[in-house]
């Protein structure tokens, strides 16, 4: 079955730490997203990339950083830096450029910091 | 102002029910409009998507856009207690360095009971 494996599906952190959150697929997809999903906000795109070594910020790109050294994965990772990383975090993936072309999401990851 | 706005509810039905969901959006250069359901701890999967004005029907589903009033709806027909959901609607940017950007509305959490 192609898909999105985000993996874990909780994670707990202390304050101060950075955490690494994974994606893979296997869609052979070139794009990839993460997006943040708080209560009442909808998503919020954090960092894309449309290619391997290739990445973009997004419109919340602060406080976290990313790599993409295979076509498969997209690993996301929350600094120390981010102010407020309790959210959801979804990553998803696109097949091609057309505009209408829908994003696929995986089932994201819940991290709580405390 | 975001761009795509949403009343997040809750909003909760009888089954049956017709359901409305709706969106409003500001910028005049969004041409497709995407409607994803989001089940509870599970990514948004898309539902349907739509161009410019007019409707588009899928079984129960219908989504209509109008252009003038920069209005977006989703209507349920014979509502069922599996359509309860977050419901998000989405526009993608064109071109340019915002490849594959999808501008969220925040999302209306439907409970249908039975």
């Known amino acids: 079955d192609g898909g999105i494996t985000q993996s874990p599906k909780y994670l707990f952190r202390k304050e101060g730490q950075n955490v690494t959150l994974s994606c893979e697929q296997n869609l052979n997809h070139d794009a990839m997203y993460w997006y943040r999903q708080d209560p009442g906000q909808g998503l919020r795109l954090i960092y894309y990339s449309q290619i391997v070594n290739d990445f973009q910020k997004g419109d919340i790109a602060e406080g976290y950083s990313v790599s993409r050294e295979k076509k498969e994965s997209f690993p996301l990772t929350v600094t120390s830096a981010q102010k407020n990383p309790t959210a959801f975090y979804l990553c998803a993936s696109r097949a091609d450029r057309a505009i209408n072309s829908p994003l696929h999401f995986g089932n994201g990851t819940r991290l709580t910091v405390t | 102002q975001k761009e795509v706005e949403q009343d997040p509810g809750p909003l909760s039905v009888p089954e049956g029910a017709i359901v409305s969901l709706n969106c409003t959006y500001s910028n005049s250069a969004f041409q497709y409009f995407m409607w994803y359901r989001q089940y509870s701890r599970k990514g948004p999967e898309l539902l349907m998507y739509?161009?410019?004005?007019g409707n588009k029907e899928d079984g129960r589903f219908t989504a209509q856009v109008d252009k003038s009033s920069k209005y977006i709806s989703l209507f349920i027909r014979d509502s069922q207690p599996s359509d309860s959901a977050t419901y998000l609607c989405a526009s993608p940017n064109a071109g340019g360095t915002s490849y594959g950007k999808l501008t969220f509305g925040q999302g209306t959490i439907l409970t249908v009971h039975p």
């Open positions: 739509t161009y410019s004005s």
